[in-house]
């Protein structure tokens, strides 16, 4: 009863702690960017403001919107002023213009978001179920066969690159079978895509498909993901069943366990209640770790399946320097890194309550 | 009367010391055989084992000597003594393992001891533990001991015992794990040693198997300017890539930039992360509380995204050229530090914070040793649990993480010998020919393999080196 009571009374208060230091390490991430851009020359700077409809201007016009740039945001002032300028810019959404993509970042970036989420979404489900599922199991058969089976396959997860994994699923299944192809569709289903009889719905080719009731569209859609999926997962993947199969091993040595098994619990439900529920803690508390590696991963398969999404995208403004594409890209990944581990922790303290004590 | 009385008391105690004397043995005998066993030989000499039941039943004779020179109710302590250790010596002479054997002698010794407790101050004898713990020679070795030499556990109590009396030091205690030379035998560890070391040595080879043309030996050597990669012939074992490079010359050459980025990104992570988390776990409160978040502030930046930042900034494709001689960006290995200190540091912290609690530092403290000192003689030789762990899998994880950048074309040059550019080239051929998806095979999986390999091999080394120091796992 007591803990019980304390237990609801806790939360709260440990849910406005955590959320009182969000705002610090947001602003600790904004420093260390400021930071850097700080080091950068001034025109580059003003980079960061110049909306431009041209790609080629002539030298005296670009010198002119420099100009015009650094007066009118104050970027001769000094930096707690230019830093607070950039915060502003960043907060009402004006996250500058890429002459490469020849749109405001911050547009790009959300037009190229659905391929990104769609690739996500597909891949994560199934790693984590699988993650925390064989983990289990390897901690549960420990030392005999399926551990070290599963004990294998994620030292593979973790030693193959997953570009190297791509390029090698790519050279057997697309240019030796033929089976599945890079990029997000073929090109008949992208007109039929963009056609007018083709509703888009959320920007997921899987889901709209399905809402057209184009089961066509939707195999298709389907066909291009496996690959970029399984890439995405594999590294993810083998991260989780890790730390699932060690902290299981962890909880199994526990008192409570012992004392639910001699209490004549089968053994069935001494997991499904004792040992798994505690296990997940912390798998759950390595969220943000896993959401930092999917970000980077993302870059890359990205690349390597040719899907236009935000990572590749990003990655191929920056080779050709593109400074606001820069910015925006770094202050898009740290928001979905922090609010995930954000997440993460909440989740965790929703789990654990020996958590909201501290 | 008086004589009578005094050679009652005489014989009393000549026989209470054979007692004392054969207990004190056991004791000994049991506390030899326990810390040998410890030091995970089980196999221990039989004589042991036989020599401490030996002792046991010259207790059981020494008490029932002892019997007819006793009252009544002394008596019958003696007889419920006798009972005690007779069944106990019985029990161990039957246990089949040493547990179970050391459990009956420490029996014996218990009984003996409650019976001398209460028997030996009614006489006036004093025993030898008693002597002992006043400083006195113990009657042992005058007396003729029942063996020809202390045991160490005797040794160890006279070290002591002097030690206490000299000046006060406070040992620097290793909490780390015993490492067990059988565990460093593991199939895993050994095969990630024999591939690294395969690679030092294909490093140290390079400028014999693959002499360079001309004096940038980090360029691979072009035969000629033709577009279309050329399978194995002489001369150029692996074939050539697009643009007529040697593949075997960047595949040897392409080890010293993987060791180059693989030892000091991971050397310097690793130096600067003790230093936070030594920092930041030992004076802890708010300075603890300003790193921490810092560190929280790092970990938000996804270690790809931050180094395009860094790339963009300051790298060679952009803005200012930092470029070292061997290929490898400088500006990729700062980034790469930079934005992967945090999980060192937080390793450190964690551990800082359970050795601080500890005895021996606050000993430390209690004689005035300032904080440097403890931390470097104290706090830091306990906390490397984990680090070299890390440092070992991370060192395979930076060679690929270079990899990706030279791969996606956003560093590194034209003709480079960096296993990443190979693939970036290779990648171009990675769909062959209509009629054989593998034609290009030599321009892709040379630089895979390596790279696979090389990450693999500190992976296994990593691997193996958490077994060897945490076991449990």
């Given at each position: 009863m007591?803990?019980?009571?304390g237990?609801?009374?806790?939360?709260?208060?440990?849910v406005?702690r955590?959320l009182?230091?969000?705002?610090v390490?947001?602003?600790?991430?904004?420093?260390?960017?400021?930071?850097?851009?700080?080091?950068l020359?001034?025109?580059l700077?003003?980079r960061?403001?110049?909306?431009?409809?041209?790609r080629?201007?002539?030298?005296?016009?670009?010198?002119?919107?420099?100009?015009?740039?650094i007066?009118?945001?104050?970027?001769?002032k000094?930096?707690?002023?230019?830093?607070?300028?950039?915060?502003?810019?960043?907060?009402?959404?004006?996250?500058?213009?890429?002459?490469?993509w020849?749109?405001?970042?911050?547009?790009?970036?959300?037009q190229?978001?659905?391929?990104?989420?769609?690739?996500?979404?597909?891949?994560?489900?199934?790693?984590?179920?699988?993650?925390?599922?064989?983990?289990?199991?390897?901690a549960?058969?420990?030392?005999?066969f399926?551990?070290?089976?599963?004990?294998?396959?994620?030292f593979?997860?973790?030693?193959?690159?997953s570009?190297?994994?791509?390029?090698?699923?790519?050279n057997?299944f697309?240019?030796?079978?033929?089976?599945?192809?890079?990029?997000?569709?073929?090109?008949?289903?992208?007109?039929?895509?963009?056609s007018?009889?083709?509703?888009?719905?959320?920007g997921?080719?899987t889901v709209?498909?399905?809402?057209?009731?184009?089961?066509?569209?939707?195999w298709d859609?389907?066909?291009?993901?496996?690959?970029?999926?399984?890439?995405?997962?594999?590294?993810?993947?083998?991260?989780?069943a890790r730390?699932?199969?060690?902290?299981m091993?962890?909880?199994?040595?526990?008192d409570?366990?012992?004392?639910?098994?001699?209490?004549?619990?089968?053994?069935?439900?001494?997991?499904?209640?004792?040992?798994?529920?505690?296990?997940?803690?912390?798998?759950?508390?390595?969220?943000?770790?896993?959401?930092?590696?999917?970000?980077?991963?993302i870059?890359?398969?990205?690349?390597?399946?040719?899907?236009?999404?935000?990572?590749s995208a990003a990655?191929?403004a920056?080779?050709?320097?593109d400074?606001?594409?820069a910015?925006?890209?770094?202050?898009?990944?740290?928001v979905?890194?922090?609010?995930?581990?954000?997440?993460?922790?909440?989740?965790?303290?929703?789990?654990?309550?020996?958590?909201r004590?501290? | 009367m008086?004589?009578?009385?005094?050679?009652?008391r005489?014989?009393?105690?000549?026989?209470?010391?054979h007692?004392?004397?054969?207990?004190?043995s056991l004791?000994?005998?049991?506390q030899?055989?326990?810390?040998?066993a410890?030091?995970?030989s089980?196999?221990?000499?039989?004589?042991l084992?036989?020599r401490?039941?030996?002792?046991?039943?010259?207790?059981?004779?020494?008490?029932?000597?002892?019997?007819?020179?006793?009252?009544?109710?002394?008596?019958?302590?003696?007889?419920?003594?006798?009972?005690?250790?007779?069944?106990?010596?019985?029990?161990?002479?039957?246990?089949?393992?040493?547990?179970?054997f050391?459990?009956?002698?420490?029996?014996?010794?218990?009984?003996?001891?409650?019976?001398?407790?209460?028997?030996?101050?009614?006489?006036?004898?004093?025993?030898?533990?008693?002597r002992?713990?006043?400083?006195?020679?113990?009657?042992?070795?005058?007396?003729?001991?029942?063996?020809?030499?202390?045991?160490?556990?005797?040794?160890?109590?006279a070290?002591?015992?002097r030690?206490v009396?000299g000046?006060?030091?406070?040992?620097?205690?290793?909490?780390?794990?015993r490492?067990?030379?059988?565990?460093l035998?593991?199939?895993?560890l050994?095969?990630?040693?024999?591939l690294?070391?395969?690679?030092?040595?294909l490093?140290?080879a390079?400028?014999?198997?693959?002499?360079p043309?001309?004096?940038?030996?980090?360029?691979?050597?072009?035969?000629?300017?033709?577009?279309?990669?050329?399978?194995?012939?002489?001369?150029?074992?692996?074939?050539?890539?697009?643009g007529?490079?040697?593949?075997?010359h960047g595949?040897?050459?392409?080890?010293?930039?993987?060791?180059?980025?693989?030892?000091?990104?991971?050397?310097?992570?690793?130096?600067?992360g003790?230093?936070?988390g030594?920092?930041?776990?030992y004076?802890?409160g708010?300075?603890?509380?300003?790193?921490?978040?810092?560190?929280?502030?790092?970990?938000?930046?996804?270690i790809?995204p931050?180094?395009?930042?860094?790339?963009?900034?300051?790298?060679?494709?952009?803005?200012?050229?930092?470029?070292s001689?061997?290929?490898?960006?400088?500006?990729?290995?700062?980034?790469?530090?930079?934005?992967?200190?945090?999980?060192?540091?937080?390793?450190v912290?964690?551990?800082?914070?359970?050795?601080?609690?500890?005895?021996?530092?606050e000993?430390?403290?209690?004689?005035g040793?300032?904080?440097?000192?403890?931390?470097?003689?104290?706090?830091?030789?306990?906390?490397?649990?984990?680090?070299f762990?890390?440092?070992?899998?991370?060192?395979?994880?930076?060679?690929?993480?270079?990899?990706?950048?030279?791969?996606?074309?956003?560093?590194?040059?034209a003709?480079?010998?960096?296993?990443?550019?190979?693939l970036?080239?290779?990648?171009?051929?990675?769909?062959?020919?209509?009629?054989?998806?593998?034609?290009?095979?030599?321009?892709?999986?040379?630089?895979?393999?390596?790279i696979?390999?090389?990450?693999?091999?500190?992976?296994?080394i990593?691997?193996?080196?958490?077994?060897?120091?945490?076991p449990?796992?």
């Amino acid at each position: 009863m007591l803990a019980g009571s304390g237990k609801d009374s806790a939360l709260i208060p440990y849910v406005l702690r955590r959320l009182l230091v969000l705002p610090v390490i947001i602003f600790l991430v904004t420093i260390i960017l400021f930071a850097l851009m700080w080091q950068l020359p001034i025109g580059l700077r003003a980079r960061l403001y110049i909306p431009t409809t041209s790609r080629f201007l002539l030298p005296d016009e670009e010198a002119l919107l420099v100009e015009r740039a650094i007066r009118l945001h104050g970027l001769d002032k000094p930096w707690p002023i230019q830093y607070a300028n950039w915060l502003r810019a960043v907060a009402t959404g004006n996250w500058g213009y890429s002459p490469t993509w020849q749109q405001p970042v911050l547009e790009g970036l959300l037009q190229r978001a659905p391929a990104t989420a769609e690739l996500v979404l597909v891949s994560m489900v199934p790693c984590a179920l699988l993650g925390v599922g064989l983990g289990a199991l390897a901690a549960r058969h420990r030392g005999r066969f399926p551990d070290h089976a599963i004990r294998a396959a994620t030292f593979l997860g973790w030693a193959l690159p997953s570009f190297i994994l791509g390029l090698m699923l790519m050279n057997v299944f697309y240019a030796w079978l033929g089976w599945l192809p890079p990029e997000r569709l073929s090109v008949w289903a992208g007109v039929v895509i963009h056609s007018d009889e083709f509703r888009s719905y959320t920007g997921l080719h899987t889901v709209d498909a399905l809402l057209n009731l184009d089961l066509r569209i939707l195999w298709d859609a389907i066909r291009h993901l496996i690959l970029p999926a399984i890439c995405l997962a594999f590294a993810e993947w083998a991260l989780l069943a890790r730390i699932m199969r060690s902290s299981m091993l962890d909880v199994l040595r526990q008192d409570y366990v012992t004392t639910a098994r001699s209490k004549g619990a089968p053994e069935g439900q001494v997991f499904s209640r004792h040992v798994r529920r505690n296990a997940l803690l912390p798998v759950i508390s390595t969220g943000g770790v896993a959401v930092s590696m999917l970000v980077s991963g993302i870059v890359v398969i990205e690349s390597v399946f040719n899907i236009n999404g935000v990572g590749s995208a990003a990655a191929e403004a920056m080779s050709g320097s593109d400074v606001p594409v820069a910015v925006g890209f770094a202050v898009f990944t740290c928001v979905a890194t922090v609010v995930a581990s954000l997440v993460a922790d909440l989740l965790y303290a929703v789990a654990d309550p020996r958590v909201r004590l501290y | 009367m008086a004589s009578a009385e005094q050679g009652r008391r005489v014989e009393l105690h000549s026989r209470l010391a054979h007692l004392d004397l054969y207990c004190h043995s056991l004791r000994l005998m049991g506390q030899k055989l326990a810390s040998s066993a410890d030091e995970s030989s089980r196999d221990l000499p039989r004589v042991l084992y036989e020599r401490s039941l030996q002792l046991g039943g010259d207790c059981s004779s020494a008490l029932r000597h002892l019997r007819e020179g006793l009252d009544s109710e002394d008596r019958r302590a003696c007889e419920s003594a006798m009972d005690r250790v007779d069944m106990a010596v019985e029990r161990a002479s039957r246990a089949k393992g040493h547990t179970m054997f050391m459990v009956n002698i420490w029996r014996v010794v218990d009984a003996v001891d409650h019976f001398l407790e209460k028997v030996a101050v009614k006489y006036g004898y004093a025993t030898l533990s008693d002597r002992a713990a006043l400083g006195g020679t113990p009657a042992l070795v005058a007396g003729g001991a029942p063996f020809d030499r202390p045991f160490g556990a005797y040794e160890r109590a006279a070290t002591a015992r002097r030690e206490v009396a000299g000046p006060i030091s406070i040992p620097v205690l290793r909490t780390l794990p015993r490492w067990r030379a059988r565990r460093l035998l593991n199939p895993g560890l050994l095969l990630g040693t024999v591939l690294v070391l395969g690679f030092v040595a294909l490093a140290i080879a390079a400028p014999m198997i693959a002499p360079p043309q001309g004096d940038d030996p980090y360029t691979m050597p072009r035969s000629s300017y033709r577009v279309n990669p050329e399978p194995p012939r002489p001369g150029h074992p692996l074939g050539t890539t697009e643009g007529s490079y040697d593949i075997f010359h960047g595949l040897v050459w392409g080890t010293h930039v993987a060791f180059r980025i693989g030892l000091s990104v991971t050397a310097a992570r690793l130096i600067i992360g003790l230093a936070v988390g030594l920092v930041s776990g030992y004076y802890g409160g708010w300075l603890d509380a300003i790193i921490m978040r810092t560190t929280d502030a790092f970990l938000a930046f996804p270690i790809v995204p931050a180094t395009l930042l860094m790339l963009v900034f300051f790298g060679p494709m952009g803005l200012s050229r930092i470029a070292s001689a061997s290929g490898v960006d400088s500006i990729i290995i700062i980034a790469l530090i930079l934005f992967g200190w945090m999980q060192y540091a937080r390793l450190v912290r964690g551990n800082v914070l359970l050795e601080r609690s500890k005895q021996y530092v606050e000993a430390a403290v209690a004689i005035g040793a300032r904080a440097p000192r403890i931390i470097w003689r104290h706090v830091l030789p306990n906390t490397p649990q984990g680090l070299f762990v890390l440092a070992a899998s991370d060192i395979g994880a930076m060679v690929v993480l270079g990899a990706v950048f030279t791969f996606l074309g956003l560093s590194g040059r034209a003709g480079l010998a960096d296993w990443g550019w190979m693939l970036n080239i290779g990648r171009n051929w990675i769909i062959g020919t209509p009629t054989n998806a593998f034609q290009y095979w030599y321009t892709y999986l040379p630089p895979i393999a390596a790279i696979v390999l090389f990450s693999m091999g500190w992976n296994l080394i990593g691997d193996g080196l958490r077994d060897v120091v945490d076991p449990r796992v």
